[in-house]
């Protein structure tokens, strides 16, 4: 496709379950990132992959979340035992390079709205 | 904490007038980017500032930057009932971190 897709667009569980969010970026952009937006927030930085290693985890707010990125191309964000606070639109994002020194343009997906019950 | 910061929070304009918003920052930055958010979904990316530029303008959008006070303004011209949305600032940190520092976002309505 042409823009950063993801996967579910809504998503509710119950308290105590994983979750397993998806970005797809966009086809050749070698850094991929998380952010998590809380109602009438601004966005909150999770993680930054370059490829598939993932230099900057300094955002996942506990080890309850991880993720991880397969072939330089689609992302997983995975919550486990999933609590109230976590509810959230999960946004992703992506760019062409993300060389130390220098941000390009990020290019955002539609989000993932995850409820937690 | 937060690195950028929008002001005002909330901006109630008529249709045709002009709409100013700014944004600070704490930490020197390589650059500046500024996105519209509709109904809390996805980001679109409206511009972006270098940090040795000082204006820019896309259409109907100018962006100023001021290093030396650390802001910046987006200057929205004969605004539309479209333009209804969140605008937010993005920085990154001068070295290393690749991450953009989002502000808490101006929430704009345009009336008819």
């Known amino acids: 496709g042409a823009g950063v897709s993801q996967s579910p667009s809504n998503k509710v569980t119950e308290k105590g379950k994983d979750v397993e969010l998806r970005c797809d970026p966009i086809?050749?952009?070698?850094?991929l990132y998380w952010y998590r937006q809380s109602l009438g927030q601004g966005l909150e930085f999770l993680i930054y992959?370059?490829?598939?290693?993932?230099?900057?985890k300094s955002g996942l707010p506990s080890d309850r979340f991880s993720a991880e990125r397969t072939g330089g191309s689609v992302s997983t964000l995975t919550i486990q035992r999933t609590q109230q606070e976590d509810s959230a639109v999960y946004l992703c994002?992506?760019?062409?390079?993300?060389?130390?020194?220098?941000?390009?343009?990020?290019?955002f997906g539609p989000g993932t709205r995850l409820t937690v019950l | 904490s937060q690195q950028g910061e929008e002001d005002p929070q909330a901006l109630s304009i008529q249709e045709g007038e002009n709409a100013t918003m700014n944004c600070s920052y704490k930490?020197?930055?390589?650059?500046l980017q500024w996105y519209r958010q509709n109904s809390g979904r996805g980001l679109v990316h409206l511009i972006l500032?270098?940090?040795?530029?000082r204006e820019k303008h896309s259409g109907r959008l100018r962006v100023t930057l001021d290093t030396s006070k650390k802001s910046s303004s987006l200057l929205i011209t004969a605004s539309r009932a479209a333009d209804t949305a969140s605008y937010f600032c993005?920085?990154?940190?001068?070295?290393?971190?690749?991450?953009?520092?989002f502000g808490q976002g101006t929430r704009l309505t345009i009336n008819p």
């Open positions: 930490t020197s930055i390589n650059n």
């Open positions: 994002a992506s760019s062409l390079a993300g060389v130390a020194g220098d941000t390009d343009t990020q290019y």
């Open positions: 086809s050749g952009h070698t850094a």
């Open positions: 993005a920085t990154d940190a001068l070295r290393g971190a690749q991450k953009l520092v």
């Open positions: 992959f370059q490829g598939n290693s993932a230099p900057d």
């Open positions: 500032i270098r940090s040795n530029e």
